[in-house]
């Protein structure tokens, strides 16, 4: 398999480097670097960008950055389903809703399509141990990847990350540090020990390659839809699922398959709110010279530990992602993310866990005030399913009718359902 890409470059500074380039981040700034393509001019056959009889990311091979896809997780990551979810959407007054439902690959979030990159990519360069920090999905992720294809795997996670993620890491063989601190804190000690040792560090954003694998999700929601969506809405926490289907719907429209692009909306909790502070001052200062833009760092603490993030790691892609499309960055309240639990579950038979939920409770908000209009088409990522978070979902969701083992109560509990 070919692949196209012809290096990388900074988002920060520019500064490009050459496909063999074997580090992570920008050698002059620091700054997360992006994967760059040459997209054949001449188009070998229609339809070239995809493998149809293939039914998972990897259908996409000829738009992403590796070639060896017999090191690929055998498991089926991608082509999740996309509903179309008129309740869901007449309850925010919009005809074109659509949920596209994350929460059902292997690992049960969208974070299988960055680590199923990812492991070809550490394959490809040799790596013995994969190695990566986060807040519950993206390591539960990466262990069930590891653990589908034999290999070690070590995840740091704060110790407060709810227990079904704890007990996926587990069950999936990960050698699992339990940090005694934030995301931020496992982050950072993740990339100082990966330095150490050498191992394939997988972490978000400082990985170029995990956006890689988030970007075939715009490439699925184009060939679902038929066309490219008026709005994309994410929830976000370090901004790469962001970053990454912008990239996607970017590299779409560079490569000439598509010609046009969404807008992306970001959604936040007001508990967490780095990047939407940030698009905001951008917004309001008119900057574009991307290497004076600063991400202005919170102390989060929301309930949708997912997203819950003081210095989002891919921070200047995302606010890049949100002012290039024109789109918008918003915060919701906690208890907004938590309604929309059972609201989407109610409505659209999709349950997600808060993070996820979050982007319902983000369109919800950009319905009310006009920003997104009746007749766009919006599509509504659920990126985490809700079983990650049970106890969540517990507070918001009611209590079950308890009653004695006989019929007469069973029937006088079921009397107003006819
Ligand atoms: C379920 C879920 N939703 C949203 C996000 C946010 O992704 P990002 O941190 O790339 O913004 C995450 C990240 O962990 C997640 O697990
Ligand atoms: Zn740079």
């Known amino acids: ?16 480097q050459a496909s063999d380039f074997a580090g992570y981040n920008c050698p002059v700034c620091g700054g ?54 008129p309740r869901l959407g007449a309850l925010a007054g919009l005809n074109r809703l659509y ?14 399509r960055a680590g199923a990159v990812a492991l070809v990519r550490a394959r490809e360069t040799g790596a013995t141990v994969l190695c990566g920090a986060s807040t519950g999905n993206a390591g539960s992720s990466m262990a069930c990847l590891a653990a589908s294809v034999g290999m070690p795997c070590v995840i ?12 996926q890491l587990l069950v999936f063989g990960a050698t699992v540090l339990a940090v005694q601190g934030t995301y931020d804190d496992a982050f950072d000690l993740c990339m100082e020990v990966c330095d150490r040792r050498g191992w394939f560090n ?7 390659f995990t956006r890689e694998g988030k970007k075939t999700a715009a490439f699925e929601l184009f060939e679902q839809l038929g066309r490219v969506p008026d709005w994309v809405a994410v929830s976000s926490g370090d901004g790469n699922i962001l970053s990454g289907l912008w990239k996607g719907f970017r590299d779409l ?48 603490t929301t309930v949708a530990d997912s997203i819950s993030v003081d210095v989002p790691r891919d921070g200047l892609a995302a606010v890049r992602a949100v002012i290039e499309s024109g789109g918008a960055a918003l915060t919701v309240l906690d208890e907004a993310i938590l309604a929309a639990i059972p609201e989407l579950a109610r409505a659209s038979g999709v349950f997600a866990e808060p993070a996820a939920a979050c982007a319902w409770a983000g369109v919800r908000a950009a319905a009310s005030t006009g920003l997104i209009h009746s007749e766009e088409t919006v599509v509504c990522l659920c990126t985490g399913n809700g079983l990650k978070d049970v106890s969540s979902a517990r507070k918001v969701a009611g209590e079950p009718v308890s009653i004695a083992a006989n019929v007469d109560a069973a029937m006088w509990a079921t009397d107003a359902l006819g």
Not at 1 to 16: E, I, L, P, S
Not at 38 to 54: D, L, M, N, Q, S
């Open 1 to 16: 398999m070919k692949t196209h890409t012809n290096g990388f470059q900074c988002y920060r500074c520019g500064t490009r």
């Open 32 to 85: 997360n670097l992006e994967v760059t393509y040459e997209w054949p001019r001449i188009k070998p056959v229609p339809g070239w960008w995809k493998e149809e009889a293939r039914g998972d990311i990897f259908r996409y091979a000829a738009l992403l950055p590796v070639t060896h896809l017999e090191w690929a997780s055998p498991l089926q990551v991608g082509m999740t389903p996309l509903y179309s979810a």
């Open 99 to 112: 949920v596209k439902d994350d929460g059902q690959n292997p690992s049960a979030s969208f974070k299988d």
């Open 156 to 167: 740091f996670v704060p110790e407060k990350a709810p227990t079904a993620k704890i007990a």
């Open 202 to 208: 997988r972490n978000t954003g400082h990985n170029p």
């Open 253 to 300: 429209k560079d490569a000439g398959i598509a010609d046009r692009l969404p807008k992306m909306l970001c959604v936040q909790s007001d508990q967490s709110n780095a990047i939407a502070t940030t698009v905001r001052r951008v917004a309001d200062s008119g900057e574009r010279d991307w290497g004076r833009v600063a991400i202005s760092p919170v102390s989060a």
